[in-house]
């Protein structure tokens, strides 16, 4: 996980020399079976989001879903981050059959 908030914040500084406003997608399982590790992923990540904020060169907009561990409720709400969110990128996915999902969404949707 820590690797992934790296990877996260990484991406996130590149990209600010883009632009100033960088909205982030996060799904996550906040309710459901996973709901526990769910929250606490979320909270490392708005701690990092926090912390770029805080350093003032660019400005991170968490936009977060709940998957509820669920591919089928998943599924829809990345296509709503992407499409009327229009976010930069999306995170999250702690469910294997999620991120699979996921990925083959991702994958026949060009993205």
């Given at each position: 996980?820590k ?6 914040l990484?991406?996130?500084?590149g ?7 960088l909205?982030?997608g996060?799904i996550l399982?906040?309710?459901g079976?996973?709901a526990?590790s769910?929250?606490?992923?979320l909270?490392?990540i ?18 977060v879903?709940d998957?509820?561990t669920?591919?089928?409720k998943?599924v829809p709400a990345f ?7 229009r976010?930069d990128?999306?995170?999250g996915g ?6 699979h ?5 991702r994958g026949?949707?060009?993205?």
């Open positions: 996980m690797k992934g908030v790296l990877a996260f990484v991406l996130a500084l990209l600010a020399m883009a632009q100033t406003t909205k982030v996060v399982p906040l309710s079976v996973s526990v769910g929250k606490a992923a909270n490392g708005q701690l990092a989001a926090d912390e770029v904020n805080a350093a003032g060169k660019v400005r991170l907009e968490l936009v879903v998957d509820g669920d591919p089928t998943a296509t709503k981050l992407m499409t009327v969110d976010v990128i999306v995170i702690l469910a294997s059959s999620v991120v999902r996921g990925r083959l969404l026949g949707a060009g993205l």
